[in-house]
């Protein structure tokens, strides 16, 4: 946790959820965040089913900005998918759960068995070591759920999951344009050095890819396109959007084995994000 309150304190982007304090008790850690509550990408995909191609290019921009936030920092979030995207009221979407995530340089490569399995780059799920590609194939697997309603690449179980990311190529519909398939081939090569987004160029291409030439980055950066789709919000506390095995659970805290306060580890742990980002408006509105 003490991971996670670090990487949120460097992140500063209008498509990743902010963290906005970080405190302690003497038995438990805390950090507090927005409520974004136009609910989980996973939520209103499986209600609608699909999404069209417009608006999961819109989703696509914002979630390729915020990840490549992330890496200008040198952090990977290595946990893309839909129910770690959550919509504001706004409709925008905004990247939560960095529970997995890692600071990173360039010259390293982390060894970690870590994600979702339906979202696992290759490399990860062979343990050859990945870097920050493996966030770019995590992206990829993302805009294919949005646009065909499930992952390229799903089994009856964990192993045949595995097996089909390594070994199967991947399938495209007919009915998708020339250009995201174009995308979806960058995204999802298996090989890393050779995957969109992997060379020098960086997230620049990506951004620049023809699927993107209508995207103005500036303006989708400061939140001046509007997606198609914007969520049923009733007000700030609207718990709406979000499933009812979520919003019936029983808020718990966690058990305890010692307290925190003797643990060097969480020194300093308490945090207030700075005034400046304060005086920003939240997403709430």
């Not at 890496?71 to 959550?86: Q, T, Y």
């Not at 290759?122 to 493996?134: F, L, S, T």
């Amino acid at each position: 946790m003490k991971a996670e309150r670090d990487i949120l304190t460097k992140v500063d982007h209008p498509f990743v959820v902010q963290l906005r304090y970080s405190f302690q008790t003497k038995y438990r850690l805390y950090l507090v965040l927005d409520f974004i509550n136009g609910g989980h990408l996973f939520f209103q995909l499986y209600h609608q089913g699909l999404f069209r191609e417009e608006l999961a290019r819109i989703y696509t921009a914002e979630i390729v900005s915020a990840v490549a936030h992330l890496h200008a920092n040198g952090i990977m979030h290595r946990d893309l998918k839909p129910e770690n995207i959550l919509l504001d009221a706004d409709g925008h979407a905004m990247l939560t759960d960095f529970g997995v995530a890692k600071e990173f340089d360039e010259n390293t490569r982390s060894n970690s068995m870590c994600g979702t399995v339906e979202y696992m780059a290759p490399e990860i799920v062979q343990g050859r070591g990945h870097d920050k590609a493996a966030d770019w194939w995590s992206v990829g697997v993302l805009l294919f759920e949005m646009l065909t309603g499930k992952p390229p690449f799903v089994g009856g179980n964990r192993d045949k999951i595995q097996q089909k990311i390594v070994k199967e190529k991947i399938k495209l519909p007919t009915y998708l344009s020339s250009e995201v398939h174009s995308m979806l081939k960058g995204l999802l090569h298996k090989e890393a050095g050779r995957r969109l987004g992997s060379g020098p160029g960086g997230s620049d291409e990506i951004k620049n890819h023809k699927w993107f030439k209508s995207v103005n980055w500036k303006r989708l950066e400061a939140r001046q396109i509007e997606p198609s789709f914007r969520p049923n919000v009733a007000g700030k506390t609207c718990i709406a959007n979000f499933d009812e095995c979520w919003t019936n659970m029983p808020v718990l805290d966690s058990p305890v084995a010692s307290p925190v306060a003797a643990n060097s580890n969480f020194v300093g742990f308490s945090y207030v994000r700075p005034a400046p980002f304060l005086q920003k408006p939240s997403p709430l509105g």
